[in-house]
């Protein structure tokens, strides 16, 4: 989906099946487990889990035969069956490099849940590695996909508000001690590589980079407001952004808000503004307003996760044997995860958040 307005994969015609695993059997397997179902090129050989019970939970829920349940990735590439074409990584943030460099030295292409990994260092060497390997890596930022991200996209591209002025965004959610103590991973540094920025706001801050450029400059401060005691990272964090070309935005991040608000985004232009507060309004001085209303998430995972996993899904796997880089790929999943360590290294001493 190089091009953001192009419409999503169909399927019509299936072609041949691509054996296909999913690794981690957590809370957003659901989505890419619920996406896979839906396609008729898919074939599930395996679900792959240190939990064997929670593996052979989902094996048994599968509608389309019953996968192979695994606990060890890499028995997927050293025993007599076929590998897979295609591994989804759904585990825990701290485990994403090791796995994805297992199944990149073997040729399977990899689609990765965000982040890219915990670390900075961790990223740079899997986007190294990525681009050593003939299989395909791409990063699981769908809410790219959304109908009013690729709005924003084509109106910025069309010129239609003018010059960019500057940008504003704000993610205000809610997260309990529960919540964590559910995935003690999530609240640390060692699990998680950080706490709302990197497990919550990364998708918003990838949307501004991506809609106003790389980040040339970043400034900011992390620390929390309201989870002192319960988790290491934090829950509260503010950022600065300088994008190529001189335009700054804004972002303010939360998990210390009563409920889960609705992802606010504004883009300020010369010639007018677009808002997007669940759905868009594009505000032309020139002209009429336009609403782009945004798809409704489906039953399958959490609401504030959106509904684009599964055309995300869809294009990864067509892109399969192609031999085309993936467009969400490691270089562009480093771009927020180097803004979110300019800011723990403002905010934190030195080897504190690593």
């Given at each position: 989906m190089s091009d953001p307005g192009r419409s999503d994969p169909g399927r019509s015609d299936p072609g041949p099946s691509r054996r296909t695993a999913v690794v981690g059997c957590g809370d957003v397997s659901a989505v890419h487990l619920d996406a896979l179902a839906a396609m008729p090129d898919v074939e599930l050989t395996a679900v792959v889990d240190v939990d064997a019970r929670r593996a052979r939970a989902v094996a048994d829920a599968w509608p389309h035969g019953r996968p192979a349940v695994v606990t060890d990735l890499a028995r997927l590439f050293d025993g007599p069956d076929p590998a897979p074409d295609v591994v989804h990584i759904t585990t825990p943030h701290a485990d994403h490099v090791p796995l994805a460099l297992t199944a990149l030295a073997a040729g399977v292409d990899v689609l990765l849940e965000k982040p890219l990994a915990s670390t900075l260092a961790d990223g740079e060497r899997l986007a190294a590695a990525a681009d050593a390997s003939t299989a395909r890596l791409g990063i699981c930022f769908q809410n790219r996909y959304n109908a009013t991200s690729r709005a924003m996209r084509a109106v910025l591209d069309a010129?239609?508000?003018g010059e960019v002025i500057g940008a504003g965004a704000t993610v205000r959610w809610h997260r309990d001690a529960a919540y964590y103590a559910s995935r003690?991973?999530?609240?640390?540094w060692a699990g998680?590589?950080?706490g709302v920025l990197m497990n919550q706001a990364i998708h918003t801050l990838d949307l501004l980079l991506w809609l106003l450029g790389d980040?040339?400059?970043?400034t900011g401060s992390a620390g929390q407001r309201a989870l002192g005691g319960v988790i290491e990272v934090e829950?509260?964090?503010?950022?600065?952004l300088r994008h190529a070309g001189g335009v700054r935005s804004t972002l303010f991040a939360t998990n210390a808000a009563s409920l889960n608000h609705p992802v606010s985004l504004e883009v300020q232009g010369t010639r007018?503004?677009?808002?997007l507060n669940g759905d868009l309004t594009v505000l032309p001085d020139d002209g009429?307003?336009?609403?782009?209303t945004e798809t409704l998430p489906g039953d399958v995972g959490r609401s504030?996760?959106?509904a684009s996993h599964a055309a995300l899904i869809r294009d990864f796997h067509a892109g399969h044997g192609s031999g085309e880089p993936f467009w969400i790929d490691a270089a562009e999943a480093l771009k927020p995860l180097r803004a979110i360590t300019a800011v723990y290294a403002q905010t934190y001493p030195a080897g504190a958040w690593v």
């Open positions: 010129g239609d508000l003690p991973w999530r609240g640390t998680s590589g950080g980040a040339e400059e970043v829950d509260t964090a503010d950022l600065n007018g503004r677009m808002v009429d307003p336009v609403t782009v504030y996760w959106g």
